[in-house]
């Protein structure tokens, strides 16, 4: 990478090498940032090109990743509220199908908080650099 590659990333009026290094890697860093959001998301990589670093990409990927987490919460909540009634059932009538049930929606409820987990870091890597 050139130094005139370099300064081309720098603010407007940026003549200090420095400063341009710094506001290049801010940009570079903002990109991986957006790429690591697109993949939790699902969102195509392609879709945020260096052409994208702008603050609306960090907003847009903001904005999707409440909705993601969002989605994922309501999801939580169905999931406790029907492994809470197949407790219940099971208390009732002990079958073997509904204890297979039961482990089935606790893996999910496990993936579902693995996910959130995910989106939340992505959200306040995304926040960070919005700032």
Known sequence: MGLASIRQYGAVGDTNLEQSIVSYLRIKHSILILAAVATCTGLSPASYSSDDRSLD????????LLRKQDDLRKEEDSLKREIDSLKDE?????????DDQLKDKKYRL????????KTQDALRDVERNIR
């Open 57 to 64: 990409a960090l907003r847009d990927a903001r904005n999707e």
């Open 90 to 98: 099971l208390r009732d009538r002990n079958e073997p199908a509904l």
């Open 110 to 117: 496990d993936q579902v908080e693995a996910e959130i987990d």
